[in-house]
């Protein structure tokens, strides 16, 4: 056989397995929805009280693919000093978290991305940190709730495309982009905001030179690497099946949302500051975006974000994509120009 038809039969091998993969993907909300089904989930989660829940409809949750703690949560992660932490490239992003009385702590999104939840403890306040790549959702929560503390890992689900968590204790579901129980005995509770943000690695070396910083975790995964390469470049999110944002926005849009209000990334990033509704958001560049590139320090130059009320301090907040902010606050108001 010649090399020229071994190449045509390769070049058809390629297509088809390309063909093969595209009619699976296009299947995957179909096959999800069919799955979506308590008395089937009840097999993997056996002490989940499914009789309880505010999720109208079960076709809401879909998998995501991996089964539950296939994506692994980390517990009690070890820590350095920012002054001796090498390897991190400048404008990588990570979660930073600075608690009063304590020393700031930055949790990259190299990690994370693998991860999704760090059930940490800051001081005497037991905090999960949390990132779904998906939403670019990063939030940060008390544990504390109805005087239990509670420790969270991830469900494999999706609801509109974004992270189910659990707590171990009870087995409820939890949404990850509003910290809200959706599913069993925590359904309806709410887990308290902190303060925290996205910050490039050099600033967060820059304002905190004492900070600490996450240790690299114990697992076998290319840290450094995105697994989610142009995915905010894409037309739609996945598993997605809502309206898209209105105002022409774009679903993959990063907005910062503070409560129930959402402010364009793009108007904040021209402007540089906005003082508005009693908040003051202020832009600068350098931090890259994680969900770009082929490497998470890599991506194009989206900017760090901080949000302060009027007195100065910092406030909760999310930079997420336009569609998860559309499809959890439906009647929030969009603060466009």
Same mark, same amino acid.
């Given at each position: 056989m010649s090399q020229a038809v071994r190449r045509g039969i390769s070049r058809v091998q390629n297509r088809a397995v390309a063909v093969l993969s595209l009619s699976l993907l296009l299947?995957?909300?179909?096959?999800?929805?069919?799955?979506?089904?308590?008395?089937?989930?009840?097999?993997?989660?056996?002490?989940?009280d499914f009789s309880?829940? !505010? &999720?109208?409809?079960?076709?809401?949750?879909?998998?995501?693919?991996?089964?539950?703690?296939?994506?692994p949560a980390l517990s009690d992660?070890? *820590? #350095?000093?920012? $002054?001796? &932490?090498?390897?991190?490239?400048? $404008?990588e992003p990570v979660v930073v978290l600075d608690l009063p009385g304590q020393a700031a702590r930055a949790y990259p999104?190299?990690?994370?991305?693998? #991860?999704?939840?760090?059930?940490?403890?800051?001081?005497?306040?037991?905090?999960? !940190?949390?990132?779904?790549?998906?939403?670019?959702?990063?939030?940060? *929560?008390?544990?504390?709730?109805?005087?239990?503390t509670l420790s969270f890992g991830v469900t494999g689900k999706?609801?509109?495309?974004?992270?189910?968590?659990?707590?171990?204790?009870?087995?409820?579901?939890?949404?990850?982009?509003?910290?809200?129980? !959706?599913?069993?005995?925590?359904?309806?509770?709410?887990?308290?905001?902190?303060?925290?943000?996205?910050?490039?690695?050099?600033?967060?070396q820059a304002?905190?030179?004492?900070?600490?910083?996450?240790?690299?975790?114990?697992?076998?995964?290319?840290?450094?690497?995105?697994?989610?390469?142009?995915?905010?470049r894409s037309n739609w999110p996945f598993l997605y099946d809502g309206a898209p944002p209105p105002h022409g926005i774009a679903p993959l849009a990063r907005v910062v949302r503070v409560e129930d209000r959402a402010w364009p990334l793009a108007r904040l990033a021209k402007a540089g500051e906005i003082r508005e509704a009693g908040v003051i958001l202020s832009w600068r560049a350098g931090q890259a975006s994680a969900l770009d590139a082929g490497h998470v320090g890599k991506g194009r130059?989206?900017?760090?974000?901080?949000?302060?009320?009027?007195?100065?301090?910092?406030?909760? #907040?999310?930079?997420m994509f336009a569609f998860a902010y559309h499809a959890f606050w439906p009647k929030g108001d969009w603060m466009l120009e």
């Open positions: 299947m995957l909300p179909w096959l999800a929805a069919a799955r979506a089904d308590p008395a089937i989930w009840s097999r993997e989660w056996p002490t989940t309880r829940t !505010i &999720v109208a409809d079960w076709g809401e949750i879909k998998s995501g693919g991996p089964p539950k703690d296939g994506i992660p070890a *820590f #350095h000093p920012a $002054a001796q &932490v090498k390897g991190l490239s400048p $404008a999104l190299r990690y994370l991305i693998w #991860h999704e939840i760090v059930n940490d403890r800051v001081g005497d306040t037991p905090v999960a !940190i949390t990132y779904c790549p998906l939403c670019n959702s990063a939030m940060s *929560f008390d544990r504390r709730v109805a005087g239990r999706l609801r509109q495309s974004d992270m189910v968590m659990y707590d171990r204790e009870s087995e409820s579901w939890w949404q990850q982009a509003t910290g809200t129980g !959706i599913v069993g005995a925590m359904t309806g509770r709410e887990l308290r905001q902190l303060p925290s943000w996205l910050d490039s690695w050099q600033g967060f304002a905190y030179p004492l900070g600490l910083v996450m240790a690299e975790p114990r697992h076998n995964r290319s840290y450094g690497r995105n697994p989610y390469q142009g995915y905010d130059d989206v900017g760090s974000v901080r949000v302060q009320g009027r007195n100065g301090a910092d406030l909760p #907040h999310d930079v």
